[in-house]
Protein backbone atom coordinates (compact mmCIF):
# COMPACT_ATOMS: atom_id res chain seq x y z
CA UNK A 1 0.00 0.00 0.00
CA UNK A 2 0.84 3.28 -0.05
CA UNK A 3 4.16 4.83 1.73
CA UNK A 4 5.66 7.74 2.52
CA UNK A 5 9.38 8.95 2.59
CA UNK A 6 9.62 8.63 6.54
CA UNK A 7 6.69 6.91 7.70
CA UNK A 8 4.67 3.92 6.46
CA UNK A 9 0.91 5.25 6.18
CA UNK A 10 -1.33 4.15 8.46
CA UNK A 11 -2.71 4.71 12.38
CA UNK A 12 -0.15 4.69 15.29
CA UNK A 13 -1.65 2.91 18.29
CA UNK A 14 -1.96 5.88 19.74
CA UNK A 15 -3.82 7.42 16.86
CA UNK A 16 -6.33 4.21 16.82
CA UNK A 17 -7.17 4.54 20.33
CA UNK A 18 -8.39 8.44 19.85
CA UNK A 19 -10.01 7.29 16.80
CA UNK A 20 -11.93 4.84 18.97
CA UNK A 21 -12.50 7.13 22.03
CA UNK A 22 -14.29 9.31 18.88
CA UNK A 23 -17.19 6.63 18.54
CA UNK A 24 -19.22 6.19 21.65
CA UNK A 25 -21.11 3.55 20.80
CA UNK A 26 -18.19 1.57 20.18
CA UNK A 27 -17.81 1.84 23.91
CA UNK A 28 -21.06 -0.66 24.51
CA UNK A 29 -21.53 -3.74 25.34
CA UNK A 30 -24.18 -6.38 23.86
CA UNK A 31 -25.53 -10.03 24.52
CA UNK A 32 -25.49 -10.01 28.57
CA UNK A 33 -22.42 -7.33 28.78
CA UNK A 34 -19.84 -8.49 26.06
CA UNK A 35 -17.53 -5.90 24.84
CA UNK A 36 -19.00 -5.02 21.26
CA UNK A 37 -17.01 -6.28 18.45
CA UNK A 38 -18.53 -4.32 15.17
CA UNK A 39 -17.58 -5.97 12.01
CA UNK A 40 -20.61 -4.30 10.01
CA UNK A 41 -19.54 -1.26 8.93
CA UNK A 42 -19.38 -2.57 4.82
CA UNK A 43 -23.56 -1.83 5.96
CA UNK A 44 -23.34 1.26 7.98
CA UNK A 45 -20.76 2.79 9.74
CA UNK A 46 -20.66 4.23 13.54
CA UNK A 47 -20.78 7.68 13.56
CA UNK A 48 -18.30 9.80 15.84
CA UNK A 49 -19.20 12.19 17.98
CA UNK A 50 -17.96 15.28 16.37
CA UNK A 51 -20.93 14.27 13.63
CA UNK A 52 -23.83 13.68 16.31
CA UNK A 53 -22.80 17.22 17.74
CA UNK A 54 -23.22 18.69 14.81
CA UNK A 55 -26.33 17.67 14.12
CA UNK A 56 -27.34 19.04 17.41
CA UNK A 57 -25.86 22.32 17.06
CA UNK A 58 -27.37 22.67 14.03
CA UNK A 59 -30.76 22.58 15.16
CA UNK A 60 -29.83 24.17 18.25
CA UNK A 61 -28.07 27.65 16.73
CA UNK A 62 -28.60 27.29 12.95
CA UNK A 63 -32.19 25.99 11.84
CA UNK A 64 -33.72 28.02 9.40
CA UNK A 65 -34.81 26.84 5.54
CA UNK A 66 -31.73 27.10 3.62
CA UNK A 67 -31.41 29.58 0.06
CA UNK A 68 -34.31 31.73 1.27
CA UNK A 69 -35.10 34.07 3.83
CA UNK A 70 -33.48 36.93 4.29
CA UNK A 71 -32.64 36.95 7.97
CA UNK A 72 -29.47 35.73 9.71
CA UNK A 73 -30.65 32.15 10.49
CA UNK A 74 -31.46 31.43 7.10
CA UNK A 75 -27.79 32.45 6.17
CA UNK A 76 -26.11 30.82 8.89
CA UNK A 77 -28.27 27.69 7.88
CA UNK A 78 -27.07 28.04 4.11
CA UNK A 79 -23.65 28.44 4.55
CA UNK A 80 -23.63 25.24 6.63
CA UNK A 81 -25.36 23.73 3.82
CA UNK A 82 -23.10 24.82 1.24
CA UNK A 83 -19.86 24.41 3.23
CA UNK A 84 -21.22 21.17 3.55
CA UNK A 85 -20.94 20.26 -0.31
CA UNK A 86 -17.65 22.20 -0.79
CA UNK A 87 -16.31 19.86 1.84
CA UNK A 88 -17.54 16.43 0.43
CA UNK A 89 -16.64 17.56 -3.02
CA UNK A 90 -13.12 18.24 -1.63
CA UNK A 91 -13.39 14.81 -0.17
CA UNK A 92 -13.89 12.98 -3.26
CA UNK A 93 -12.14 15.14 -5.87
CA UNK A 94 -14.97 17.09 -7.48
CA UNK A 95 -16.06 20.61 -7.74
CA UNK A 96 -19.08 21.71 -5.32
CA UNK A 97 -21.49 22.46 -8.31
CA UNK A 98 -21.02 19.03 -9.30
CA UNK A 99 -22.10 17.43 -6.27
CA UNK A 100 -25.82 16.82 -6.00
CA UNK A 101 -27.48 15.95 -2.70
CA UNK A 102 -30.04 13.08 -2.81
CA UNK A 103 -31.54 10.95 0.16
CA UNK A 104 -28.56 8.14 -0.42
CA UNK A 105 -26.95 6.40 -3.35
CA UNK A 106 -30.20 5.00 -4.03
CA UNK A 107 -31.67 7.65 -5.07
CA UNK A 108 -28.65 9.19 -6.82
CA UNK A 109 -28.93 5.91 -8.78
CA UNK A 110 -32.04 6.24 -9.96
CA UNK A 111 -32.43 9.72 -9.94
CA UNK A 112 -29.65 9.22 -12.99
CA UNK A 113 -32.19 6.32 -14.47
CA UNK A 114 -34.74 8.77 -14.24
CA UNK A 115 -33.69 11.76 -15.86
CA UNK A 116 -32.44 9.45 -18.53
CA UNK A 117 -35.85 8.00 -19.06
CA UNK A 118 -36.81 12.11 -19.34
CA UNK A 119 -34.55 12.70 -21.82
CA UNK A 120 -35.77 9.38 -23.85
CA UNK A 121 -39.21 11.11 -23.86
CA UNK A 122 -38.23 14.40 -25.03
CA UNK A 123 -37.58 16.14 -21.43
CA UNK A 124 -34.97 18.59 -21.48
CA UNK A 125 -34.79 19.60 -25.20
CA UNK A 126 -32.06 19.95 -27.75
CA UNK A 127 -29.23 19.78 -24.42
CA UNK A 128 -30.19 16.00 -23.26
CA UNK A 129 -30.91 14.50 -26.68
CA UNK A 130 -27.36 12.95 -25.97
CA UNK A 131 -28.89 10.72 -23.05
CA UNK A 132 -31.77 9.42 -25.22
CA UNK A 133 -31.59 5.80 -25.39
CA UNK A 134 -33.55 3.39 -28.33
CA UNK A 135 -34.73 0.01 -28.37
CA UNK A 136 -31.71 -1.74 -28.97
CA UNK A 137 -28.96 0.70 -26.98
CA UNK A 138 -27.09 -1.18 -24.68
CA UNK A 139 -26.15 -0.22 -20.86
CA UNK A 140 -23.75 -2.65 -19.37
CA UNK A 141 -23.11 -3.78 -15.65
CA UNK A 142 -21.16 -6.09 -13.74
CA UNK A 143 -22.27 -9.36 -12.09
CA UNK A 144 -21.44 -8.15 -8.91
CA UNK A 145 -23.31 -5.08 -9.01
CA UNK A 146 -25.54 -4.42 -5.24
CA UNK A 147 -29.06 -4.08 -5.73
CA UNK A 148 -29.01 -0.55 -6.16
CA UNK A 149 -26.82 -0.30 -9.26
CA UNK A 150 -28.97 -3.15 -10.92
CA UNK A 151 -32.27 -2.55 -10.57
CA UNK A 152 -32.70 0.59 -11.19
CA UNK A 153 -30.74 -0.07 -14.46
CA UNK A 154 -33.41 -3.14 -15.59
CA UNK A 155 -36.45 -0.86 -14.87
CA UNK A 156 -34.37 1.64 -17.17
CA UNK A 157 -33.97 -0.85 -19.58
CA UNK A 158 -37.79 -1.65 -19.19
CA UNK A 159 -38.56 1.89 -20.07
CA UNK A 160 -36.81 2.67 -22.92
CA UNK A 161 -36.05 -1.14 -24.44
CA UNK A 162 -32.34 -0.60 -24.21
CA UNK A 163 -30.70 -4.37 -23.56
CA UNK A 164 -28.51 -5.49 -19.92
CA UNK A 165 -24.99 -6.63 -20.66
CA UNK A 166 -23.01 -7.17 -18.45
CA UNK A 167 -19.48 -8.27 -17.50
CA UNK A 168 -18.63 -11.55 -15.67
CA UNK A 169 -16.61 -12.00 -12.46
CA UNK A 170 -14.01 -14.48 -11.59
CA UNK A 171 -13.66 -17.05 -9.52
CA UNK A 172 -11.81 -14.42 -7.17
CA UNK A 173 -14.45 -12.37 -7.38
CA UNK A 174 -12.86 -10.10 -9.48
CA UNK A 175 -14.95 -8.31 -12.28
CA UNK A 176 -13.43 -9.55 -16.11
CA UNK A 177 -12.38 -5.96 -16.82
CA UNK A 178 -10.49 -8.56 -19.93
CA UNK A 179 -13.93 -8.67 -21.50
CA UNK A 180 -14.10 -5.09 -21.65
CA UNK A 181 -13.71 -4.75 -25.60
CA UNK A 182 -16.63 -7.53 -26.37
CA UNK A 183 -18.91 -6.12 -23.46
CA UNK A 184 -18.63 -2.87 -24.09
CA UNK A 185 -20.09 -2.26 -27.74
CA UNK A 186 -21.01 0.62 -30.26
CA UNK A 187 -24.29 -0.22 -29.33
CA UNK A 188 -23.33 0.87 -25.38
CA UNK A 189 -25.00 4.23 -23.98
CA UNK A 190 -24.21 3.34 -20.55
CA UNK A 191 -21.64 1.60 -18.41
CA UNK A 192 -22.25 1.17 -14.40
CA UNK A 193 -20.13 -0.27 -12.07
CA UNK A 194 -19.01 -0.80 -9.11
CA UNK A 195 -15.69 0.84 -7.66
CA UNK A 196 -15.76 -1.85 -4.89
CA UNK A 197 -17.91 -4.98 -4.53
CA UNK A 198 -19.61 -4.83 -1.19
CA UNK A 199 -19.20 -8.70 -0.94
CA UNK A 200 -16.01 -10.00 -2.81
CA UNK A 201 -14.52 -6.35 -1.71
CA UNK A 202 -12.07 -6.44 -4.95
CA UNK A 203 -11.70 -2.95 -6.17
CA UNK A 204 -12.63 -2.25 -9.78
CA UNK A 205 -9.87 -1.30 -12.21
CA UNK A 206 -11.48 2.20 -13.34
CA UNK A 207 -8.91 3.09 -15.70
CA UNK A 208 -9.82 0.51 -18.50
CA UNK A 209 -13.58 0.31 -17.99
CA UNK A 210 -13.52 4.33 -18.49
CA UNK A 211 -11.52 4.18 -21.78
CA UNK A 212 -13.18 1.78 -23.46
CA UNK A 213 -16.41 3.29 -22.45
CA UNK A 214 -15.32 6.65 -23.80
CA UNK A 215 -14.16 4.92 -27.02
CA UNK A 216 -17.88 4.00 -27.91
CA UNK A 217 -19.13 7.11 -26.40
CA UNK A 218 -20.62 5.59 -23.55
CA UNK A 219 -21.66 7.55 -20.61
CA UNK A 220 -19.56 5.78 -17.33
CA UNK A 221 -21.22 5.46 -13.63
CA UNK A 222 -19.35 4.89 -10.54
CA UNK A 223 -20.83 2.88 -7.43
CA UNK A 224 -18.20 4.20 -4.91
CA UNK A 225 -20.41 3.68 -2.21
CA UNK A 226 -17.57 1.06 -0.38
CA UNK A 227 -14.77 2.84 -1.76
CA UNK A 228 -15.37 6.33 -0.34
CA UNK A 229 -15.63 5.69 3.13
CA UNK A 230 -12.38 3.75 2.55
CA UNK A 231 -10.14 4.40 -0.17
CA UNK A 232 -8.43 7.78 -1.32
CA UNK A 233 -11.11 8.36 -4.39
CA UNK A 234 -10.64 11.06 -6.78
CA UNK A 235 -14.01 10.95 -9.32
CA UNK A 236 -11.94 14.42 -11.24
CA UNK A 237 -8.64 11.55 -11.89
CA UNK A 238 -11.15 8.72 -12.31
CA UNK A 239 -13.05 10.95 -14.91
CA UNK A 240 -16.49 8.79 -14.86
CA UNK A 241 -19.21 10.72 -15.55
CA UNK A 242 -21.41 10.00 -12.85
CA UNK A 243 -20.56 8.27 -9.35
CA UNK A 244 -23.02 8.12 -6.35
CA UNK A 245 -21.87 7.34 -2.88
CA UNK A 246 -24.03 7.07 0.95
CA UNK A 247 -23.35 9.01 3.75
CA UNK A 248 -23.99 6.37 6.46
CA UNK A 249 -21.55 4.37 5.20
CA UNK A 250 -18.83 7.03 5.78
CA UNK A 251 -19.14 8.23 9.21
CA UNK A 252 -22.09 10.36 8.28
CA UNK A 253 -25.88 10.39 8.80
CA UNK A 254 -28.03 8.19 7.39
CA UNK A 255 -30.92 9.51 5.25
CA UNK A 256 -28.20 11.42 2.95
CA UNK A 257 -25.81 10.49 0.04
CA UNK A 258 -24.44 12.12 -3.19
CA UNK A 259 -24.65 11.67 -6.59
CA UNK A 260 -21.72 13.06 -8.76
CA UNK A 261 -21.85 14.27 -12.29
CA UNK A 262 -20.01 15.94 -14.32
CA UNK A 263 -20.90 19.71 -15.13
CA UNK A 264 -21.51 19.71 -18.55
CA UNK A 265 -23.70 16.26 -17.94
CA UNK A 266 -25.74 17.57 -15.24
CA UNK A 267 -26.34 20.71 -16.98
CA UNK A 268 -27.84 18.96 -19.69
CA UNK A 269 -29.63 16.41 -17.83
CA UNK A 270 -33.40 17.15 -16.87
CA UNK A 271 -34.92 16.96 -13.46
CA UNK A 272 -36.29 14.42 -12.21
CA UNK A 273 -38.28 15.49 -8.91
CA UNK A 274 -40.20 18.33 -9.69
CA UNK A 275 -40.72 21.19 -6.99
CA UNK A 276 -39.94 23.56 -5.02
CA UNK A 277 -36.17 24.86 -4.58
CA UNK A 278 -35.44 23.81 -8.13
CA UNK A 279 -37.24 26.27 -10.31
CA UNK A 280 -36.34 29.60 -11.65
CA UNK A 281 -39.59 31.18 -13.41
CA UNK A 282 -42.89 29.12 -12.84
CA UNK A 283 -46.34 29.88 -14.48
CA UNK A 284 -49.79 28.23 -14.83
CA UNK A 285 -48.55 25.92 -17.87
CA UNK A 286 -44.68 25.51 -17.42
CA UNK A 287 -41.84 26.29 -15.30
CA UNK A 288 -37.75 27.13 -15.58
CA UNK A 289 -35.72 25.33 -13.87
CA UNK A 290 -32.34 26.60 -12.33
CA UNK A 291 -29.14 25.01 -12.69
CA UNK A 292 -27.53 21.97 -11.33
CA UNK A 293 -27.32 21.33 -8.71
CA UNK A 294 -30.44 22.93 -7.77
CA UNK A 295 -32.11 22.02 -10.44
CA UNK A 296 -31.87 18.46 -8.84
CA UNK A 297 -32.68 19.59 -5.51
CA UNK A 298 -36.98 20.23 -5.06
CA UNK A 299 -38.25 20.42 -1.93
CA UNK A 300 -36.58 20.87 1.17
CA UNK A 301 -33.38 18.63 2.04
CA UNK A 302 -32.12 17.18 4.69
CA UNK A 303 -29.88 19.88 6.13
CA UNK A 304 -29.11 18.39 9.54
CA UNK A 305 -27.55 15.43 8.25
CA UNK A 306 -25.78 17.46 5.13
CA UNK A 307 -23.91 19.27 7.65
CA UNK A 308 -23.37 16.38 9.64
CA UNK A 309 -21.97 14.68 6.44
CA UNK A 310 -19.67 17.17 5.83
CA UNK A 311 -17.98 17.03 8.94
CA UNK A 312 -17.78 13.52 8.58
CA UNK A 313 -16.12 14.26 4.88
CA UNK A 314 -13.39 16.37 7.18
CA UNK A 315 -13.05 14.36 9.65
CA UNK A 316 -11.97 11.36 7.53
CA UNK A 317 -9.79 13.94 5.71
CA UNK A 318 -7.80 15.11 9.06
CA UNK A 319 -7.09 11.19 9.30
CA UNK A 320 -6.45 11.21 5.67
CA UNK A 321 -7.53 8.47 3.50
CA UNK A 322 -3.97 7.39 2.53
CA UNK A 323 -3.76 6.21 6.26
CA UNK A 324 -6.82 5.06 6.52
CA UNK A 325 -6.50 2.75 3.85
CA UNK A 326 -2.96 1.58 5.17
CA UNK A 327 -4.90 0.65 8.49
CA UNK A 328 -7.93 -1.02 6.47
CA UNK A 329 -5.39 -2.91 4.64
CA UNK A 330 -3.48 -4.34 7.30
CA UNK A 331 -6.87 -5.52 8.91
CA UNK A 332 -7.81 -6.96 5.66
CA UNK A 333 -4.33 -9.29 5.72
CA UNK A 334 -5.65 -10.36 8.99
CA UNK A 335 -9.13 -11.28 8.32
CA UNK A 336 -7.94 -13.18 5.33
CA UNK A 337 -6.06 -15.38 7.90
CA UNK A 338 -9.60 -16.93 8.73
CA UNK A 339 -9.25 -19.07 5.06
CA UNK A 340 -7.16 -21.23 7.56
CA UNK A 341 -9.96 -21.98 9.91
CA UNK A 342 -10.88 -25.82 8.49
CA UNK A 343 -14.40 -25.37 6.49
CA UNK A 344 -14.05 -21.77 5.66
CA UNK A 345 -14.03 -20.41 2.35
CA UNK A 346 -13.72 -16.90 1.38
CA UNK A 347 -15.73 -15.44 -1.55
CA UNK A 348 -13.44 -12.89 -3.42
CA UNK A 349 -10.07 -12.53 -3.41
CA UNK A 350 -7.75 -14.30 -1.09
CA UNK A 351 -4.75 -11.69 -1.44
CA UNK A 352 -5.10 -8.26 0.27
CA UNK A 353 -3.82 -6.48 -2.56
CA UNK A 354 -6.56 -4.15 -4.75
CA UNK A 355 -9.27 -5.23 -2.07
CA UNK A 356 -10.96 -3.84 0.97
CA UNK A 357 -11.55 -4.88 4.07
CA UNK A 358 -14.31 -6.60 3.62
CA UNK A 359 -14.54 -10.62 3.71
CA UNK A 360 -17.46 -12.76 2.63
CA UNK A 361 -17.13 -16.33 3.26
CA UNK A 362 -18.76 -19.47 3.84
CA UNK A 363 -18.96 -21.93 6.51
CA UNK A 364 -18.96 -25.31 4.91
CA UNK A 365 -22.14 -27.48 6.24
CA UNK A 366 -23.37 -24.24 8.42
CA UNK A 367 -25.36 -21.54 7.58
CA UNK A 368 -24.69 -18.30 7.10
CA UNK A 369 -27.35 -16.94 9.41
CA UNK A 370 -26.29 -19.55 12.24
CA UNK A 371 -22.80 -18.08 11.46
CA UNK A 372 -23.85 -14.88 12.60
CA UNK A 373 -26.02 -16.16 15.49
CA UNK A 374 -22.75 -17.90 17.06
CA UNK A 375 -20.78 -14.79 16.61
CA UNK A 376 -23.66 -12.81 17.75
CA UNK A 377 -23.78 -14.64 20.92
CA UNK A 378 -19.60 -13.40 21.61
CA UNK A 379 -20.54 -9.99 20.82
CA UNK A 380 -19.52 -10.09 17.42
CA UNK A 381 -21.43 -7.82 14.38
CA UNK A 382 -21.06 -9.24 11.48
CA UNK A 383 -23.77 -9.61 8.15
CA UNK A 384 -25.33 -12.47 7.17
CA UNK A 385 -27.38 -13.00 3.62
CA UNK A 386 -26.98 -11.64 0.10
CA UNK A 387 -25.98 -8.90 0.90
CA UNK A 388 -28.15 -7.47 -1.64
CA UNK A 389 -26.20 -8.98 -4.38
CA UNK A 390 -28.39 -12.25 -5.29
CA UNK A 391 -26.51 -12.34 -8.89
CA UNK A 392 -23.42 -13.16 -7.25
CA UNK A 393 -24.12 -14.96 -4.85
CA UNK A 394 -25.94 -17.35 -7.84
CA UNK A 395 -22.53 -16.88 -9.56
CA UNK A 396 -21.13 -18.73 -6.67
CA UNK A 397 -23.76 -21.09 -6.57
CA UNK A 398 -24.54 -20.20 -2.74
CA UNK A 399 -27.67 -18.03 -1.34
CA UNK A 400 -25.73 -16.57 1.62
CA UNK A 401 -21.92 -15.64 3.01
CA UNK A 402 -21.43 -14.48 6.27
CA UNK A 403 -19.36 -11.02 5.87
CA UNK A 404 -17.20 -9.23 7.97
CA UNK A 405 -16.24 -5.85 6.62
CA UNK A 406 -13.87 -3.32 8.65
CA UNK A 407 -13.74 0.78 9.20
CA UNK A 408 -11.19 3.07 10.63
CA UNK A 409 -11.85 2.47 14.16
CA UNK A 410 -11.56 -1.67 13.21
CA UNK A 411 -8.59 -2.86 15.64
CA UNK A 412 -6.53 -5.68 15.46
CA UNK A 413 -8.21 -7.54 18.45
CA UNK A 414 -11.77 -7.03 16.98
CA UNK A 415 -10.39 -8.99 14.04
CA UNK A 416 -8.52 -11.63 16.27
CA UNK A 417 -12.15 -11.98 18.46
CA UNK A 418 -13.78 -12.36 15.37
CA UNK A 419 -11.28 -15.43 14.11
CA UNK A 420 -11.94 -17.01 17.61
CA UNK A 421 -15.16 -16.62 17.44
CA UNK A 422 -15.61 -18.18 14.33
CA UNK A 423 -13.15 -21.13 15.08
CA UNK A 424 -15.66 -22.29 16.87
CA UNK A 425 -18.69 -22.24 14.77
CA UNK A 426 -18.60 -25.64 13.38
CA UNK A 427 -17.86 -27.46 16.95
CA UNK A 428 -20.86 -25.53 18.07
CA UNK A 429 -23.40 -27.65 15.23
CA UNK A 430 -21.48 -30.66 15.46
CA UNK A 431 -19.81 -30.25 12.43
CA UNK A 432 -16.40 -31.83 11.16
CA UNK B 1 -21.53 -20.26 24.45
CA UNK B 2 -24.31 -17.96 26.13
CA UNK B 3 -27.70 -19.56 27.68
CA UNK B 4 -30.07 -17.76 25.18
CA UNK B 5 -27.53 -18.74 21.96
CA UNK B 6 -28.72 -22.86 23.78
CA UNK B 7 -32.29 -22.17 24.68
CA UNK B 8 -32.57 -21.57 20.96
CA UNK B 9 -30.29 -23.83 19.23
CA UNK B 10 -31.82 -27.00 21.22
CA UNK B 11 -30.59 -30.52 20.52
CA UNK B 12 -34.10 -31.34 19.05
CA UNK B 13 -33.52 -28.34 16.38
CA UNK B 14 -30.10 -29.42 15.84
CA UNK B 15 -30.71 -33.27 15.16
CA UNK B 16 -33.84 -32.19 13.19
CA UNK B 17 -31.79 -29.62 10.86
CA UNK B 18 -28.93 -31.87 10.52
CA UNK B 19 -31.64 -34.75 9.03
CA UNK B 20 -35.41 -33.33 8.40
CA UNK B 21 -37.90 -34.99 7.87
CA UNK B 22 -40.29 -34.20 4.65
CA UNK B 23 -37.43 -33.30 2.85
CA UNK B 24 -37.35 -34.60 -0.94
CA UNK B 25 -40.90 -34.32 -2.78
CA UNK B 26 -42.88 -37.52 -3.08
CA UNK B 27 -44.69 -38.53 -6.00
CA UNK B 28 -48.83 -37.23 -5.79
CA UNK B 29 -51.05 -39.77 -5.82
CA UNK B 30 -53.28 -39.55 -9.01
CA UNK B 31 -57.04 -37.86 -8.01
CA UNK B 32 -55.95 -36.45 -5.21
CA UNK B 33 -56.27 -33.09 -3.84
CA UNK B 34 -53.05 -31.18 -3.36
CA UNK B 35 -51.18 -28.06 -3.17
CA UNK B 36 -47.99 -26.18 -3.38
CA UNK B 37 -46.53 -23.46 -2.43
CA UNK B 38 -43.20 -21.46 -3.00
CA UNK B 39 -42.11 -19.04 -0.15
CA UNK B 40 -38.77 -17.22 0.25
CA UNK B 41 -37.39 -14.74 2.94
CA UNK B 42 -36.34 -12.04 1.25
CA UNK B 43 -33.76 -10.41 3.94
CA UNK B 44 -31.35 -13.71 3.51
CA UNK B 45 -32.72 -16.00 0.52
CA UNK B 46 -33.53 -18.61 1.77
CA UNK B 47 -36.60 -20.73 0.24
CA UNK B 48 -38.76 -23.64 0.41
CA UNK B 49 -41.00 -25.36 -1.60
CA UNK B 50 -43.73 -27.30 -0.12
CA UNK B 51 -46.38 -29.74 -1.58
CA UNK B 52 -49.05 -31.46 0.38
CA UNK B 53 -51.51 -34.15 -0.39
CA UNK B 54 -54.68 -34.64 1.44
CA UNK B 55 -57.48 -37.11 2.23
CA UNK B 56 -60.32 -35.78 1.18
CA UNK B 57 -62.62 -38.97 1.67
CA UNK B 58 -64.10 -37.62 4.39
CA UNK B 59 -65.36 -34.47 3.29
CA UNK B 60 -66.46 -33.16 6.28
CA UNK B 61 -62.82 -33.47 7.60
CA UNK B 62 -60.11 -33.42 5.04
CA UNK B 63 -56.69 -34.47 6.59
CA UNK B 64 -53.21 -34.05 5.07
CA UNK B 65 -51.86 -37.07 4.19
CA UNK B 66 -48.60 -36.09 2.88
CA UNK B 67 -46.21 -33.09 3.11
CA UNK B 68 -42.92 -32.74 1.46
CA UNK B 69 -40.91 -30.49 0.25
CA UNK B 70 -37.26 -29.02 -1.17
CA UNK B 71 -35.37 -26.07 -0.23
CA UNK B 72 -32.33 -24.56 1.51
CA UNK B 73 -31.69 -21.88 4.47
CA UNK B 74 -30.46 -21.91 8.21
CA UNK B 75 -30.96 -24.75 10.64
CA UNK B 76 -33.85 -22.57 12.34
CA UNK B 77 -35.70 -22.52 9.16
CA UNK B 78 -34.78 -26.61 8.01
CA UNK B 79 -35.47 -27.64 11.42
CA UNK B 80 -39.08 -25.96 11.91
CA UNK B 81 -40.20 -27.33 8.16
CA UNK B 82 -38.99 -30.79 9.56
CA UNK B 83 -41.07 -30.62 12.80
CA UNK B 84 -43.93 -29.69 10.86
CA UNK B 85 -44.04 -32.02 8.89
CA UNK B 86 -44.00 -34.16 11.90
CA UNK B 87 -46.88 -32.30 13.19
CA UNK B 88 -49.11 -32.04 11.05
CA UNK B 89 -48.88 -35.22 8.63
CA UNK B 90 -52.15 -37.14 9.08
CA UNK B 91 -53.88 -34.12 10.98
CA UNK B 92 -57.20 -32.82 9.74
CA UNK B 93 -56.64 -29.49 8.23
CA UNK B 94 -58.23 -27.90 10.36
CA UNK B 95 -56.28 -29.01 13.52
CA UNK B 96 -53.16 -27.93 10.89
CA UNK B 97 -54.19 -24.56 10.89
CA UNK B 98 -54.97 -24.38 14.74
CA UNK B 99 -51.42 -25.95 15.54
CA UNK B 100 -49.84 -22.84 12.79
CA UNK B 101 -51.93 -20.31 14.57
CA UNK B 102 -50.34 -21.71 17.81
CA UNK B 103 -46.92 -21.44 16.15
CA UNK B 104 -47.56 -18.31 15.30
CA UNK B 105 -48.45 -17.18 19.07
CA UNK B 106 -45.22 -18.80 20.07
CA UNK B 107 -43.05 -16.44 17.69
CA UNK B 108 -44.56 -13.80 18.96
CA UNK B 109 -44.09 -14.83 22.40
CA UNK B 110 -40.56 -13.09 22.82
CA UNK B 111 -38.80 -16.56 24.47
CA UNK B 112 -41.78 -16.59 26.85
CA UNK B 113 -43.69 -19.47 25.65
CA UNK B 114 -47.46 -20.50 25.72
CA UNK B 115 -49.70 -22.05 28.67
CA UNK B 116 -48.33 -25.14 29.28
CA UNK B 117 -51.57 -27.24 27.70
CA UNK B 118 -51.01 -25.34 24.30
CA UNK B 119 -47.44 -26.35 24.38
CA UNK B 120 -48.34 -30.17 24.54
CA UNK B 121 -50.32 -29.70 21.88
CA UNK B 122 -46.97 -28.17 19.80
CA UNK B 123 -44.81 -31.19 21.07
CA UNK B 124 -41.45 -30.50 19.53
CA UNK B 125 -42.07 -26.86 18.01
CA UNK B 126 -42.09 -25.80 21.60
CA UNK B 127 -38.32 -25.75 20.76
CA UNK B 128 -38.59 -22.87 18.93
CA UNK B 129 -39.39 -21.05 21.94
CA UNK B 130 -35.61 -19.57 22.54
CA UNK B 131 -35.62 -18.51 18.57
CA UNK B 132 -38.97 -15.89 19.54
CA UNK B 133 -35.75 -14.15 21.56
CA UNK B 134 -34.43 -12.89 18.15
CA UNK B 135 -36.44 -11.08 16.04
CA UNK B 136 -34.05 -11.56 13.45
CA UNK B 137 -34.81 -15.18 13.43
CA UNK B 138 -38.74 -15.77 13.99
CA UNK B 139 -38.90 -15.72 10.19
CA UNK B 140 -36.61 -18.48 9.41
CA UNK B 141 -39.18 -20.57 12.00
CA UNK B 142 -42.28 -19.18 9.96
CA UNK B 143 -40.91 -20.23 6.63
CA UNK B 144 -42.75 -23.54 6.35
CA UNK B 145 -45.60 -22.25 8.62
CA UNK B 146 -46.16 -19.95 5.52
CA UNK B 147 -46.12 -22.26 3.02
CA UNK B 148 -48.25 -24.60 5.04
CA UNK B 149 -50.26 -22.08 5.46
CA UNK B 150 -50.33 -21.08 1.62
CA UNK B 151 -51.05 -24.53 0.77
CA UNK B 152 -54.25 -24.88 2.47
CA UNK B 153 -55.43 -21.34 0.71
CA UNK B 154 -54.33 -22.24 -2.66
CA UNK B 155 -55.32 -25.92 -3.32
CA UNK B 156 -59.03 -25.62 -2.48
CA UNK B 157 -58.84 -27.79 1.01
CA UNK B 158 -60.55 -25.04 2.50
CA UNK B 159 -63.62 -24.83 0.34
CA UNK B 160 -65.21 -27.76 1.94
CA UNK B 161 -68.96 -28.82 2.28
CA UNK B 162 -69.67 -26.16 4.41
CA UNK B 163 -69.06 -23.49 1.53
CA UNK B 164 -70.98 -25.30 -1.08
CA UNK B 165 -71.89 -21.96 -2.55
CA UNK B 166 -68.40 -21.42 -3.91
CA UNK B 167 -68.86 -23.98 -7.00
CA UNK B 168 -65.57 -22.95 -8.67
CA UNK B 169 -62.31 -24.17 -7.72
CA UNK B 170 -60.28 -22.26 -6.02
CA UNK B 171 -57.58 -22.77 -8.57
CA UNK B 172 -59.75 -20.04 -10.80
CA UNK B 173 -59.92 -17.91 -7.59
CA UNK B 174 -56.91 -18.16 -5.04
CA UNK B 175 -57.61 -16.53 -1.07
CA UNK B 176 -55.17 -14.20 -0.31
CA UNK B 177 -52.29 -16.12 1.13
CA UNK B 178 -52.65 -13.90 4.24
CA UNK B 179 -56.65 -14.83 5.57
CA UNK B 180 -56.89 -17.84 4.82
CA UNK B 181 -59.27 -18.52 7.32
CA UNK B 182 -61.55 -16.47 6.12
CA UNK B 183 -63.99 -18.53 4.56
CA UNK B 184 -63.89 -20.69 7.38
CA UNK B 185 -67.30 -18.92 9.07
CA UNK B 186 -67.87 -21.85 10.93
CA UNK B 187 -64.20 -22.20 12.62
Same mark, same amino acid.
Do not use: M
Given at each position: MTTTDTVRAGLSATELAAVRADFPLLARTVRGG?? #? /? &??DSGATSQ??? /? /? =??????? &??ERNAAVHRGAHQLAEEATEAFEDARSAVARFVGADADEIVWTSGATAAINLVTYALSNATIGRGGEAARRFALAPGDEIVLTEAEHHANLVPWQELAARTGAVLRWFGVDDDGRIRVDEADSVITERTRVVAFTHASNVTGAITPVAPIVARAKE??? =??? =???CQSVPHLPVDLHALDVDFAAFSGHKMLGPTGIGALYGRRELLEALPPVTTGGSMIEVVTMTEATYMPPPQRFEAGTQAVAQIVGLGVAAQYLDELGMENVAA???? #?? /?ELLSIADIPGVRIIGPAVPEDRLAVVSFVVEGVHAHDVGQVLDAAGIAVRVGHHCAQPLHRRFGIAATARASASVYTTSEDVTAFREGLAGVRAFFSVD | MSSSLEQM????????AKSPHGRGFVDLSEGHLHGESHQINPTCGDEVTMRVEFDTADPKVPTISSVSWEGQGCSISQASLSVLTDLVTGAPVAESEHLGDLFRQLMQSRGKGLDEDLEDELGDATAFTGVAQFPARIKCALLGWAALRDTLATSGVLVGPSATTADQSSADTPLPAQSPQAPQENR
Open positions: RP #L /V &YLKPQ /V /V =LDTEVDF &YEVGA =LTF =LDAHEHD #LA /V | YQQVILDH
